[in-house]
Each structure stands twice: as structure tokens, then as C-alpha cells.
């Protein structure tokens, strides 16, 4: 992973330096900026060999892809951008799309572009990801409908895809060199998965493909439902519109069960918050309700049965060496529960999620 913020550099090095990072780490195009004087950006791209995902932050700019600066470098790639904060415009194709928060966009290096951001008072946030072409295994003409075009990233498998690569992108400090190739093939296959509903092509996807995909989704879907006492693998089984039989087959492939493996992230929940000295004032109950235990006698069983003592003794332990903190800031709150998903996340992309089962 490589960390890079013109902050770091001389003011008038800083957009000739953004410039060059950008034409080494994704693809050569020319860029002008009202804010060149002062060009304040970061970037934090992860690399998994062939495929890059790409946190990036930057004010408003034009950007241009020619077709002269192709015939000196096409890699032969796509790009898909998710747009958190701001908006994105792109000519391309015979189209003009403009894109908001929660957007996505899919675009093609190897033809020419027109582009404009609009940053507002804050920087543009997104990720993107770019990969080549021949690895996503749908018909080229195809992909040609969704191309500079605006597609959903709230609802479905948009909301699926937004997620994961918001997450892969915030915790790629914690992978290994070793973590790159699974990375890359959840990637594509959730890139593969998004792009074939879009094309209603769901056929012409490896089954492979299909299938890691779905457990994927399940797995997010679960990670963002903990807290739901009702969440069960029949409501699973009916979000997804697969039997429950099948759900638990799915299951079954990766030597894990669906009530188990709920069980375990929300005890992993569980555990974290009973270690948090900004939480000691909190029931032990009322975290356990929190992650969807809606009978204590239960959870107590279950945190001894995974952690070998009761939840009090479990949180006294942990907290006897920590010093306890009075408040905590909202926005602190919220950054640290984002981090907890992130690392469960992380877990459940390389599949090393599978301890109190």
C-alpha cells in the first residue's frame, strides 16, 4: 500500500507531484486545477497485483485522457469510481454523466476523456478501483451499455459493493503481501457480480464467480445486521432470495454453520465493547441486546463457552491495566465503530473469520 499527501511536500512542489503520482499509479492524463497554487490531495492506493483499489482525496479539477496520451500508454483497463463526497462529470463515448455520493461509474482508459470534479467547501472523496479488462469475465460488448453511465451504490448489490470497497480501502494498512491474491478475486467477483445484474447477464458469470459473490454479500449483509435479534438464517435466506436449504450449503463449503458463525461475530462485538474503558459504565447487558442477545442467561452462556469466563470477569480483566476515559466525542464514536467493521470486515474478505465457531 502506498500512502501519498501533497501536505507532505513544498507548496509549489505539490500539484506537479499529484500529477506525476497519478500518471505512475493509475493512468497518464493531464489535470488543471483552480487550486494549483496550494493543491491539497492525498491518495492511498492498494496494490493486489493486476487489480488497485484507491482512496482518494483532492478539490475540484479538469482532467483529460487524449487520445494521443493513449497511443503512448493504454493499459487496457477499466475504471470504476465510487464517489463519496462531491461529484464527478465524465464525457465519454458520446455520453456526459455527472455522478453524486453513493454513485458509481464505470469508465474505459483506453478511450478518450473529459472530466470535472466539483468538490463544494470540502475535498472530493472516493474510491476506485482499476483492473484490466480481460479479467472480468463478461462480454466486452456488453460492458459497453454501462459505460460513463450512472449506476446505483445505496441499494442491493450497489450497497454491497460501496461497502466493501469503502472498507478494503481503510483497512489496507493491516494486509499482507500474502492477502493480495484473495483480495483481488473477491474484487473481481464482486465487481463481476455488480456489473452482471446491471446487465441482467447473470449467465455469462462463472459459477465460481456467482457463488463467491453471493456468500460474500450474505457475509457483509450479516456484518451490518448484528445488532438485529431477529436476524436468523430464514430472514437471511429471504433478503437474498435463496432458499434456506441452499444458504446452508453455502455454508457448509466453507466448513462453518449460519447460526454459528452469527454467533461468533456478535460474542467478537461482544467482547470489543466490554474492553472499551469509554463503555465501562454500560451494562454488560445492554451491549449484550446491543448485538442482538436478547436473553442475558444466553449470552453469558455463550461468552463463557468462547472466552473461557463470565462477560464481568472477561471486562474487569481487561480493563484493570487501561485507564478508564470520561467521554467520548460523537464523531469518535462513530470512527471507532467504523474500524470494528472494518477488521470484521477484513476477517471475512480472506476468510479468516471462523474462530468460536
Request: charged residues 25%.
Amino acid at each position: 500500500m502506498t500512502d501519498f499527501r501533497t501536505e507532505d511536500l513544498p507548496v509549489v512542489e505539490r500539484f506537479g507531484s499529484w500529477h506525476d503520482m497519478t500518471a505512475r499509479a493509475l493512468v497518464p492524463n493531464t489535470i488543471r486545477s483552480d487550486h494549483e497554487a496550494d493543491f491539497r490531495a492525498s491518495a492511498r492506493v492498494l496494490d493486489l497485483g493486476g487489480v488497485q483499489i484507491s482512496e482518494l482525496a483532492y478539490p475540484s479539477l479538469e482532467t483529460r485522457r487524449s487520445a494521443q496520451l493513449i497511443r503512448r500508454s493504454d493499459s487496457d483497463c477499466y475504471q470504476l469510481m465510487l464517489t463519496l463526497r462531491g461529484g464527478h462529470r465524465i464525457l465519454q463515448a458520446g455520453r456526459d454523466t455527472t455522478i453524486g455520493p453513493g454513485d458509481v461509474m464505470l469508465y474505459d482508459t483506453s478511450r478518450p476523456w473529459h472530466g470535472w470534479t466539483a468538490a463544494g467547501p470540502k475535498m472530493v472523496r472516493g474510491v476506485m478501483v482499476q483492473f484490466p479488462r480481460s479479467l472480468l469475465p463478461l462480454p466486452a460488448n456488453r460492458l459497453d451499455q454501462l459505460n460513463a453511465v450512472r449506476l446505483p451504490g445505496r441499494d442491493g448489490m450497489g450497497a454491497v459493493l460501496s461497502c466493501y470497497l469503502t472498507q478494503a480501502a481503510a483497512a489496507g494498512a493491516s494486509y499482507t503481501m500474502a492477502d493480495g491474491p484473495r483480495l483481488a478475486t473477491c474484487t473481481l467477483d464482486l465487481l463481476t457480480a455488480f456489473l452482471a445484474h446491471h446487465l441482467d447477464a447473470d449467465a455469462s458469470v462463472p459459477f465460481q464467480a456467482r457463488h463467491r459473490a453471493l456468500l460474500l454479500e450474505i457475509r457483509i449483509f450479516v456484518q451490518r445486521h448484528l445488532g438485529d435479534p431477529d436476524l436468523s438464517p430464514g430472514a437471511i435466506a429471504a433478503a437474498h432470495n435463496i432458499s434456506l436449504r441452499s444458504l446452508h450449503r453455502l455454508f457448509q463449503e466453507q466448513n462453518l454453520t449460519v447460526a454459528g458463525w452469527i454467533r461468533a461475530r456478535r460474542l467478537e462485538r461482544c467482547r470489543r465493547d466490554l474492553a472499551d474503558p469509554l463503555l465501562h459504565d454500560r451494562p454488560a447487558r445492554a451491549i449484550a441486546a446491543r448485538w442482538g442477545f436478547a436473553d442475558p442467561s444466553h449470552f453469558n452462556r455463550a461468552f463463557r463457552a468462547a472466552y473461557g469466563m463470565p462477560p464481568g470477569d472477561y471486562r474487569h480483566r481487561a480493563l484493570s491495566s487501561r485507564p478508564l476515559q470520561a467521554a467520548v466525542s460523537l464523531e469518535q464514536s462513530q470512527a471507532e465503530e467504523r474500524e470494528a467493521f472494518a477488521d470484521d470486515l477484513g476477517r471475512v474478505m480472506l476468510g479468516d473469520d471462523r474462530g468460536g465457531l
